[in-house]
Nanobody, 128 residues
Framework: QVQLVESGGGFLQAGGSLKLSCAASVPTFSAYYMAWFRQAPGKEREFVASISWTASRTDYAESVKDRFTISKDDAKNTVYLQMNTLKPDDTAVYYC?????????????????????WGQGTQVTVSS
Protein backbone atom coordinates (compact mmCIF):
# COMPACT_ATOMS: atom_id res chain seq x y z
CA GLN A 1 0.00 0.00 0.00
CA VAL A 2 1.11 3.55 -0.71
CA GLN A 3 1.73 6.16 1.97
CA LEU A 4 1.80 9.84 0.97
CA VAL A 5 2.99 12.69 3.19
CA GLU A 6 2.61 16.32 2.12
CA SER A 7 4.71 19.19 3.44
CA GLY A 8 5.64 22.77 2.62
CA GLY A 9 2.36 24.51 3.34
CA GLY A 10 2.25 27.80 5.17
CA PHE A 11 1.00 31.36 5.44
CA LEU A 12 2.04 34.07 3.00
CA GLN A 13 0.87 37.21 1.22
CA ALA A 14 -0.72 37.41 -2.21
CA GLY A 15 1.84 37.43 -4.99
CA GLY A 16 4.23 35.21 -3.11
CA SER A 17 5.52 31.73 -3.93
CA LEU A 18 5.50 28.40 -2.16
CA LYS A 19 6.69 24.90 -3.01
CA LEU A 20 4.84 21.85 -1.75
CA SER A 21 6.35 18.38 -1.49
CA CYS A 22 4.77 14.94 -1.35
CA ALA A 23 6.91 12.04 -0.21
CA ALA A 24 5.68 8.62 -1.35
CA SER A 25 6.67 5.41 0.41
CA VAL A 26 6.57 3.08 -2.58
CA PRO A 27 9.19 0.76 -4.12
CA THR A 28 8.50 1.85 -7.70
CA PHE A 29 7.55 5.52 -7.64
CA SER A 30 8.02 5.77 -11.40
CA ALA A 31 5.03 3.43 -11.89
CA TYR A 32 2.57 5.93 -10.42
CA TYR A 33 0.55 8.74 -11.91
CA MET A 34 0.68 11.57 -9.36
CA ALA A 35 -1.57 14.53 -8.75
CA TRP A 36 -2.39 17.45 -6.48
CA PHE A 37 -5.89 18.36 -5.37
CA ARG A 38 -7.10 21.07 -3.03
CA GLN A 39 -10.12 21.83 -0.90
CA ALA A 40 -11.09 25.27 0.36
CA PRO A 41 -13.52 25.85 3.25
CA GLY A 42 -17.10 25.28 2.12
CA LYS A 43 -16.03 23.94 -1.27
CA GLU A 44 -15.60 20.53 -2.85
CA ARG A 45 -12.18 19.05 -3.46
CA GLU A 46 -10.86 20.09 -6.87
CA PHE A 47 -8.14 18.96 -9.22
CA VAL A 48 -5.03 21.13 -9.39
CA ALA A 49 -2.35 19.34 -11.39
CA SER A 50 -1.09 15.90 -12.41
CA ILE A 51 2.04 14.31 -13.82
CA SER A 52 2.46 10.99 -15.61
CA TRP A 53 4.71 8.17 -14.43
CA THR A 54 7.33 9.15 -17.01
CA ALA A 55 6.89 12.89 -16.29
CA SER A 56 6.35 13.35 -20.02
CA ARG A 57 2.81 14.67 -19.52
CA THR A 58 1.42 17.25 -17.12
CA ASP A 59 -2.07 18.70 -16.76
CA TYR A 60 -3.36 21.71 -14.85
CA ALA A 61 -6.62 23.24 -13.79
CA GLU A 62 -7.30 26.44 -15.71
CA SER A 63 -7.28 28.42 -12.47
CA VAL A 64 -3.60 27.58 -11.84
CA LYS A 65 -2.32 27.30 -15.41
CA ASP A 66 0.90 29.30 -15.94
CA ARG A 67 1.25 29.91 -12.19
CA PHE A 68 1.76 26.40 -10.81
CA THR A 69 4.24 23.76 -11.93
CA ILE A 70 4.14 20.09 -11.02
CA SER A 71 7.32 18.01 -11.12
CA LYS A 72 8.81 14.94 -9.52
CA ASP A 73 12.11 13.40 -8.47
CA ASP A 74 12.13 9.61 -8.80
CA ALA A 75 15.35 9.31 -6.82
CA LYS A 76 13.60 10.89 -3.83
CA ASN A 77 10.14 9.36 -4.43
CA THR A 78 8.79 12.89 -4.24
CA VAL A 79 6.37 14.99 -6.27
CA TYR A 80 6.41 18.78 -6.06
CA LEU A 81 4.04 21.64 -6.70
CA GLN A 82 5.72 24.99 -7.28
CA MET A 83 3.14 27.72 -6.73
CA ASN A 84 3.87 31.24 -7.94
CA THR A 85 1.86 34.47 -7.91
CA LEU A 86 -0.39 33.07 -5.23
CA LYS A 87 -3.85 34.53 -4.77
CA PRO A 88 -6.19 34.53 -1.76
CA ASP A 89 -8.46 32.08 -3.59
CA ASP A 90 -5.57 29.60 -3.65
CA THR A 91 -6.12 29.20 0.09
CA ALA A 92 -6.97 25.56 0.74
CA VAL A 93 -5.75 22.27 2.09
CA TYR A 94 -3.62 20.70 -0.61
CA TYR A 95 -3.66 16.93 -1.04
CA CYS A 96 -1.28 14.62 -2.83
CA UNK A 97 -2.78 11.66 -4.71
CA UNK A 98 -1.37 8.60 -6.46
CA UNK A 99 -2.61 6.09 -9.03
CA UNK A 100 -0.76 2.89 -9.86
CA UNK A 101 -0.38 2.32 -13.59
CA UNK A 102 -0.25 -1.41 -14.51
CA UNK A 103 2.71 -2.31 -16.78
CA UNK A 104 0.52 -3.12 -19.79
CA UNK A 105 -1.28 0.22 -19.42
CA UNK A 106 1.87 2.32 -19.56
CA UNK A 107 1.20 3.99 -22.86
CA UNK A 108 1.64 7.65 -23.73
CA UNK A 109 -2.12 8.26 -23.96
CA UNK A 110 -2.97 6.69 -20.62
CA UNK A 111 -4.92 8.78 -18.10
CA UNK A 112 -6.13 7.58 -14.68
CA UNK A 113 -9.87 7.43 -14.11
CA UNK A 114 -9.43 7.68 -10.36
CA UNK A 115 -6.72 8.07 -7.75
CA UNK A 116 -6.16 5.20 -5.35
CA UNK A 117 -4.13 6.77 -2.57
CA TRP A 118 -4.29 10.09 -0.73
CA GLY A 119 -2.18 12.04 1.72
CA GLN A 120 -3.46 13.88 4.78
CA GLY A 121 -3.02 17.33 3.27
CA THR A 122 -1.07 20.49 3.99
CA GLN A 123 -2.59 23.92 4.62
CA VAL A 124 -1.82 26.86 2.34
CA THR A 125 -3.15 30.25 3.43
CA VAL A 126 -2.75 33.32 1.20
CA SER A 127 -3.64 36.71 2.66
CA SER A 128 -4.85 39.77 0.73
Amino acid sequence: QVQLVESGGGFLQAGGSLKLSCAASVPTFSAYYMAWFRQAPGKEREFVASISWTASRTDYAESVKDRFTISKDDAKNTVYLQMNTLKPDDTAVYYCAAHYVPPLSRKINYRPKKYDYWGQGTQVTVSS
